[in-house]
Every structure is written in structure tokens, then in C-alpha cells.
């Protein structure tokens, strides 16, 4: 079995910063893609950021410029770096992996980012 455990969520004001993290653990061979999608009330869960084992990245439009993930393989992290945060970023943030030798994506249980004044 795998898992994935979040950290990193919180409150935050407009303009500020948060860096979430994700570890991986269990039996792993190797881990295909890594990324960080989000939910807020109301709204379909939706894809923030991913990023494959060679490096290639894909953003959501409304966080191009503003989040940066990035991965760690021989620690078997991700992370992701919000900045400049607005209001419309809350929502809770889950991460995502697909694992090697494994027919389904897993997920974290989700972390709360919470931007308001």
C-alpha cells in the first residue's frame, strides 16, 4: 500500500505566502506524476499544478505566475510554493500520485488554505 500525508494549509491574508507539502511512503517503485489539485465550496475539484518525473510542468491559468511545485524524488515529496495569494485561492488543497504499478491515482486528505483579510 501507499499513502500520501499533507502539510502546510493555513490562513493567510491577501498577498501572502504558503508552501504545502506532500510525502509519499509505503511500497513505492517509482512515482510517475505528482500534483496539487484544489475544491472550494460549491465547485468541482480542479487542477492546480502537476509535475512528471522528468520535470514537465502544467499550471492552472489562474495560478501561472503566482505558484511554483516542484518534487524531491529521492524524498518522494512534493511541494508547492503559493504566492501572492487571493481570496479565490481558498479552497481545500489535495494532493495527487500516480505510482508505479499501481491502476488508480492516490490522494492526501486534503489541507485547508484559507486567504481572507
Known amino acids: 500500500q501507499v499513502q500520501l500525508v499533507e502539510s502546510g494549509g493555513g490562513l493567510v491574508q491577501p498577498g501572502g505566502s504558503l508552501r504545502l507539502s506532500c510525502v509519499a511512503s509505503?511500497?513505492?517503485?517509482?512515482?510517475?506524476?505528482m500534483g496539487w489539485y484544489r475544491q472550494a465550496p460549491g465547485k468541482q475539484r480542479e487542477l492546480v499544478a502537476a509535475?512528471?518525473?522528468?520535470?514537465?510542468?502544467n499550471y492552472a491559468d489562474s495560478v501561472k505566475g503566482r505558484f511554483t511545485i516542484s518534487r524531491d524524488n529521492a524524498k518522494n515529496t512534493v511541494y508547492l510554493q503559493m504566492n501572492n495569494l487571493k481570496p479565490e485561492d481558498t479552497a481545500v488543497y489535495y494532493c495527487?500520485?500516480?505510482?508505479?504499478?499501481?491502476?488508480?491515482?492516490?490522494w492526501g486528505q486534503g489541507t485547508q488554505v484559507t486567504v481572507s483579510s
Open positions: 509505503g511500497h513505492i517503485f517509482s512515482i510517475y506524476a
Open positions: 495527487n500520485a500516480d505510482f508505479e504499478g499501481y491502476p488508480n491515482d492516490y
Open positions: 509535475i512528471t518525473s522528468g520535470g514537465s510542468t
